[in-house]
């Protein structure tokens, strides 16, 4: 099992957005590869149940099939939620496209969710189907738009193509790294410089 970098996001759908490494590669490092990379992903970054991803694990064993689509379908979400933050923090402008895109899986989503009682009054709940990790990635990324922290979304100062996606919670704004650890101290810069040295002599 290869190694996962840590989570940094500080929302569930920029902590999916963030899991592909050096997108401005020629071969970016994807770690959604398969749908229990996803379910996996989703449940470290806080999305689902335990419960929840054992049953959608089953429900992929079942129908292979219907997991690949749903992988597909689940990246392509990934990237708009991307596309729509990184423009967001890094130019202030929201493409129209990637907004209709989250929009449209939002949409989606809330056909397959209901309201009912809960511990503590009522909840939403939502079908445990094999699109439930991009039902959520749709509710986060709509959440985080609308929900005031929309401007302390930025992406990572690294120069180096790191372009992790991060709310800043800091109390003056001042969050400048995806995490101190990796790009604070240049340890993924020095990944990715490796990584697009690969590339070049290990291509054609
Ligand atoms: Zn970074």
Redesign the pocket.
Known sequence: MQEVPELVGGALCLDVANSVDGRVLDVPLDYLTTYSDLVDWASRAGGLSAAESTALLARADADPGGASEELDRARALRESVFELFYGLATAGVADPERLAAVQREYTDALGHGRLEPGDDGLRWSWETELALPRWLVAQSAIDLATGGSLRRVKA?A?QDG?Q?LFVDTSKNGSRR???MT??GNQA?SRRLTARRRADRSGGR
Do not use: G
């Open positions: 990572c690294s790191c992790y790294w995806c995490s990796d790009c993924k």
